[in-house]
């Protein structure tokens, strides 16, 4: 008997697909707080970065507007830290700008649960209070366990709860795509 | 964007790996230097490292350990350690207890494990222990079912102040493999240089003990690795040469009993950091100290005070490291780990 891997099911976006979803987010966000001044990205840790980082080339490739990333690290905001085996690594958050007055656009790859959202929330506070705070996601499966939506979606799609979706990025991954997965039963 | 901004994710601070997955600290008591791995000494360095962000912030505050119990139980005086554990598990959000001798049963003679056994009965989840006997935390872990935290036993250990101390170095130092540090002065009553010749020789470093032969016990060459990188000499100058880092220990007037050389003016002579000695140690070299320092005894001022001077860098350090631990030894043990998703 041998054992079974994970089942890659369905690719959700290919390459060329999250590069056009990337640009159309940017403008996106450009158009919703247009005349806004103090737009800021805040990726979170880890695919999060490296869609907060490309997010914000498209924005200068369009306007010409350098728009501040900062990166967070959320480990230590979980609300399942006392039931959790072993302690997740804690990477640094670096958020190198004040966030008072700014337009914070979170990213993240995949919205799921909520609760990284939530999470992320509580320790943006804590660096100061931003304007407003917004939500931009890759991927939207549903699924939600917390009243969070996004006001960026690069694609809705449906899922079964037990299904996993694998966002792949080469600047972490060193490939490019988003899969649907089904663990190995 | 800069690409300095990305770095991160792949470069130095990436989590520490073995065999290609990221560690776990799986221990619930930290002992000693002793029985930790190299993997387990990087992951409470990389997450010290990634904490130190926080006591940077205007809000110096996490709500990680919020709801857990710290207590901070020391048999022996100390303000820089339990002032440093104290703001430590507050910037968790822990709350934190002291208990001094002075102000406890201890001195009406209740032995260390009733008081252990009482402070169990109010459910701490750590307890940091200083304890002048060494194996008074291993003993504490027998019996408790807190966390148990090594603040320095005896002359055994101190590992919070080791895994400090490395912190720091690596401030300044790209790495400590190959790095030679040279450990001065009170040898025989110094847990802090058990630790530091421990997790040194276990990082990799070349290590030379140096001390008055009264000072320097039998057979210390055979602590740590087996592989000689330990080396004991009684000249100051034999050990200075060539060094990276250069630590002084605090001659301990409390622990010894004897007199173990003839005045401190001579031991300032022949074992006190001077400019003058500083010369035979690289041209970059950095200067520690556990403190509390004495100055004109094993450290002139224009050295403690000097421009290759990390001591106040190392007080920086161990908060830090300390906020690690509590963050690692506290983490629930009742389900299978499963990452937050979405």
């Known amino acids: 008997m041998s054992i079974m891997g994970p089942i890659e099911k369905e690719e959700l976006m290919s390459s060329d697909q999250i590069a056009r979803t990337i640009r159309r987010l940017a403008r996106e966000i450009l158009d919703h707080n247009r005349g806004q001044h103090g737009l800021a990205l805040v990726g979170i840790r880890r695919r999060g970065v490296p869609l907060a980082e490309r997010l914000a080339r498209a924005v200068w490739e369009m306007q010409a507007v350098k728009v501040p990333v900062g990166h967070l690290d959320i480990n230590l905001y979980r609300d399942d830290l006392s039931t959790v085996a072993t302690q997740p690594i804690v990477q640094s958050s670096e958020i190198d700008f004040p966030l008072s007055q700014k337009i914070v656009v979170l990213v993240d790859d995949v919205l799921f649960t909520g609760r990284t959202v939530r999470a992320a929330m509580d320790a943006l506070v804590d660096y100061g209070r931003p304007k407003a705070i917004q939500l931009c996601v890759l991927i939207d499966r549903g699924h939600r366990e917390l009243p969070i939506q996004a006001h960026f979606v690069g694609k809705a799609v449906e899922t079964d709860a037990v299904e996993m979706v694998e966002v792949r990025l080469n600047e972490i991954d060193c490939r490019e795509g988003v899969l649907l997965v089904e663990p190995a039963s | 964007m800069s690409p300095e901004a990305i770095a991160p994710e792949s470069g130095a601070s990436t989590p520490p790996t073995s065999r290609g997955g990221p560690v776990s600290f799986n221990a619930k008591h930290l002992l000693g230097i002793e029985p930790l791995s190299v993997d387990q ?27 857990k119990t710290v207590i901070n139980l020391f048999f022996e005086a100390s303000t820089r350690t339990r002032t440093s554990f104290e703001i430590a598990a507050k910037r968790l959000s822990a709350d934190a207890i002291n208990i001094s001798t002075s102000s406890s049963s201890i001195v009406k003679g209740e032995t260390l494990v009733d008081t252990a056994r009482n402070l169990e009965a109010m459910a701490p989840d750590v ?3 200083r304890h002048s006997s060494a194996g008074a935390p ?4 027998g019996t408790c079912s807190a966390c148990i935290v090594n603040a320095g036993d005896g002359a ?3 590992p919070t102040q080791a895994l400090l101390d490395a912190l720091t170095i690596l401030d300044h130092k790209p790495t400590l493999k190959g790095l030679r540090v040279a450990i001065i002065g009170d040898i025989a009553h110094s847990r802090v240089a058990r630790s530091n010749c421990l997790l040194l020789g276990k990082m990799g470093a070349r290590v030379t003990v140096c001390g008055p032969p ?8 055979r602590i740590g690795s ?14 200075l040469e060539g060094a990276d880092v250069v630590m002084m220990l605090r001659i301990q007037m409390e622990r ?11 031991y300032f002579r022949y074992y006190g950091l001077t400019a003058r000695r500083m010369r035979s140690a690289k041209p970059d070299a950095i200067i520690m100290h556990p403190g509390p320092i004495n100055r004109g005894v094993e450290i002139a001022s ?6 290759y001077s990390v001591i106040l860098g190392q007080v920086a350090s161990g908060v830090a490291i300390r906020m690690a631990v509590l963050y690692l030894v506290i983490g629930g043990r009742e389900h299978p780990s499963r990452a937050l998703e979405g």
């Open chain 2, 256 to 266: 010894q009993r004897e007199a173990f050389f003839p005045s401190v003016r001579e």
């Open chain 2, 156 to 158: 055994h250990e101190h």
């Open chain 2, 226 to 239: 087996a592989d000689g990188s330990l080396a004991v000499t009684d000249r100051m100058d034999d050990a």
């Open chain 2, 214 to 221: 009264t000072l320097l016990p039998v057979g210390f060459d």
């Open chain 2, 127 to 129: 307890i940091v222990i």
């Open chain 2, 302 to 307: 224009e050295v403690a005070d000097g421009p």
């Open chain 2, 138 to 141: 291993h003993q504490l872990a």
């Open chain 2, 41 to 67: 000494i990087q992951l409470i360095l990389e997450t010290a490292k990634s904490l130190r962000e926080i006591s940077t912030r205007p809000i110096k505050k996490v709500p990680t350990l919020r709801g």
